[in-house]
């Protein structure tokens, strides 16, 4: 899942020490510094993990987890992870059994093939949130924007009684007292139960560098004060011309996705999915039978940790997969960690050195390994973003 060529960026998020000098380090008959030339580069720039604004907190980069930082709340997402409902097979799907033998899709979605999606449009990389003096912020980053407008998000603030539909054919319901959805620079705060907008109005800002937007919530409007607040959050895609989440069919096209589940379900990426089963791995019965390698993954887990996910959009439930966010706690500025693992398997994110564009490239895909290996030549992979996921124990 990880390409290569970060080695540096891959030492510092371990926590381990770069030597800046050679005096601690063994000295070898050439003079040369242990290791390759790489490891001794600075780390690089990551755009989407810096900071402006009122943004002030370091990412967890640990996926799945959440943390209060700097009077901010995280979440850190999965990455390439955006395949929506589990449905059938899109005929025009090109990622093949062949080319991830041991990483199965889970969700079936695919993009539609137009380069303004990437393949990926819809994959939330973080989302956050900040109380203000007069509002309450929240920000999206994610992994690939190229027309903001193509991409929308909808979060749904508070509980109820019951679970209530998202807006714009989302195709998922959960608790929700409110539903935020911003697309672009537009952001519409309406009441879950009428769906009557709330005023006054929220406003949305795009950096389509660091591929974040915020979007702000005047307190007239919602004010959370020192409560406790559900949150929950989902992405699509946008349909500019019909003001809704864009219908997946049976095969995409250059402008709708394909790979529809039966139930209809349109959002592509959920948040605050600590609980995604990891695949087993291990050996099972007298034989030493791969319990869950291969294709077997997709039955208790997948390599890209979206098993759980698929699984909620195909019922057209998002109620699974919610924060409780304590403003009391952001007010004071705590730092609470206790929500990011510090032990076992997880999976990471690391700022490569090398970019080669936006989302996924189905072009540079290898072949399989064994089409590599004869071919002797090296493989750049589909994965052309800087930020590179990578799993861990």
């Given amino acids: 899942m990880w390409r290569s060529g970060s080695l540096v960026a891959l030492v510092a998020v371990l926590g381990c020490a770069v030597p800046a000098g050679a005096a601690s380090l063994p000295s070898v008959a050439s003079g040369h ?91 939330l990389v973080e989302l956050r949130v900040r109380p203000l003096a007069d509002a309450t912020a929240f920000r999206i980053t994610l992994n690939t924007l190229v027309d903001p407008e193509r991409t929308a998000t909808t979060i749904a603030i508070g509980g109820s009684d019951a679970p209530r539909a998202w807006p714009h054919g989302a195709g998922v319901s959960s608790p929700a007292q409110l539903f935020l959805t911003v697309h672009g620079s537009t952001a519409e705060l309406v009441d879950a139960a009428t769906g009557a907008p709330v005023t006054p109005a929220s406003s949305a800002s795009v950096d389509l560098e660091r591929r974040q937007v915020t979007v702000t919530v005047p307190h007239a409007a919602w004010n959370p004060g020192t409560s406790v607040v559900r949150l929950a959050a989902g992405v699509g895609l946008w349909d500019v011309a019909g003001g809704a989440y864009l219908a997946p069919g049976a095969s995409r096209s250059a402008t709708a996705p394909g790979g529809a589940a039966p139930t209809g379900a349109r959002l592509f990426n959920l948040a605050f999915r600590g609980s995604e089963p990891i695949p087993d791995i291990s050996l099972a019965g007298a034989g030493g039978t791969i319990a869950d390698a291969a294709a077997g993954a997709a039955v208790l887990g997948t390599w890209w940790r979206e098993k759980a996910q698929s699984d909620a959009l195909l019922k057209n439930d998002a109620s699974g997969f919610h924060a409780d966010v304590d403003f009391a706690e952001l007010a004071a500025g705590t730092t609470d960690d206790s929500g990011v693992p510090a032990t ?46 990578y799993a861990i124990y």
């Fill in 344 to 389: 076992g398997p997880m999976d990471r994110i690391v700022a490569s050195h090398r970019v080669y564009g936006q989302g996924i490239d189905y072009t540079k895909l290898c072949g399989g390994l064994a089409a590599a290996i004869s071919a002797y030549k090296p493989c750049e992979g589909p994965l052309v973003g800087q930020l590179q996921p």
């Fill in 33 to 123: 510094r242990p290791g390759p030339d790489v490891l001794y580069e600075a780390a690089p720039r990551a755009p989407q993990l810096e900071n402006t604004g009122v943004w002030k907190a370091p990412p967890i980069l640990v996926s799945g987890a959440t943390a209060y930082r700097d009077g901010e709340f995280l979440y850190q997402d999965f990455l390439y992870d955006s395949h929506g409902a589990a449905g059938a097979k899109d005929p025009a799907d090109p990622v093949t059994s062949v080319d991830y033998t041991f990483s199965p899709k889970a969700g079936t979605l695919t993009y539609p093939s137009d380069p303004a999606y990437g393949n990926d449009a819809a994959d």
